[in-house]
C-alpha cells in the first residue's frame, strides 16, 4: 500500500502512462483509478530504487529477488522498451511518460502531479 509513495517509484495505467500522484492517499489513489476507468496498473522503479527501497514483496539489497522474478510477481528488463513488451503497455507512451518523469526528477519537481 505504501511502495507507491517511494522515492522513484511510479504508478502507469495500461496505456503506459502516469495517472496520479503515487504519494497520495491509497483512497485518492483509487478513486482517481476509478475515475479514469483504470482497473489495473503497474508499479516501475529503476534498479537503484529497487535495491535501496525494495518494492512490494521484492527486498532491497543485498536480497536475491529473483524467485519473485521468476514466479512473474517482478518484472526486469533492460531498456524502457523491454519492460513496455513484457508488461504490455505502449512503448511510446511509456518512454514518454518516463522521460517526463526522469527530467522533472533532476529538476525537483513534478510537473504532472506535484509529488514531492
Not at 503506459?16 to 482497473?39: C, L, P, W
Given at each position: 500500500v505504501?511502495?507507491?509513495?517511494?522515492?522513484?517509484v511510479?504508478a502507469?495505467?495500461p496505456n503506459g502512462r502516469r495517472?496520479?500522484n503515487?504519494?497520495?492517499?491509497?483512497?485518492?489513489?483509487?478513486q482517481?483509478?476509478f475515475?479514469?476507468?483504470?482497473?489495473?496498473?503497474?508499479l516501475?522503479c529503476?534498479?537503484?530504487?529497487?535495491?535501496r527501497?525494495?518494492?512490494g514483496l521484492?527486498?532491497?539489497?543485498?536480497?536475491?529477488?529473483q524467485?519473485?522474478i521468476?514466479?512473474g510477481?517482478?518484472?526486469r528488463?533492460a531498456?524502457?522498451q523491454?519492460?513496455?513488451?513484457?508488461?504490455?503497455?505502449?512503448?511510446?507512451v511509456?518512454?514518454?511518460?518516463?522521460?517526463q518523469?526522469?527530467?522533472?526528477?533532476?529538476n525537483?519537481?513534478?510537473?504532472?502531479f506535484?509529488?514531492?
Amino acid at each position: 500500500v505504501t511502495d507507491r509513495a517511494k522515492p522513484g517509484v511510479i504508478a502507469v495505467d495500461p496505456n503506459g502512462r502516469r495517472f496520479v500522484n503515487e504519494s497520495d492517499s491509497y483512497h485518492h489513489f483509487v478513486q482517481t483509478m476509478f475515475a479514469n476507468g483504470i482497473a489495473s496498473c503497474w508499479l516501475v522503479c529503476d534498479a537503484e530504487a529497487m535495491n535501496r527501497y525494495g518494492l512490494g514483496l521484492a527486498r532491497p539489497k543485498p536480497v536475491n529477488n529473483q524467485a519473485l522474478i521468476d514466479a512473474g510477481y517482478l518484472y526486469r528488463a533492460a531498456t524502457p522498451q523491454a519492460l513496455a513488451q513484457a508488461i504490455g503497455v505502449e512503448p511510446n507512451v511509456f518512454a514518454q511518460t518516463l522521460e517526463q518523469f526522469n527530467t522533472d526528477a533532476r529538476n525537483g519537481i513534478d510537473r504532472a502531479f506535484g509529488k514531492g
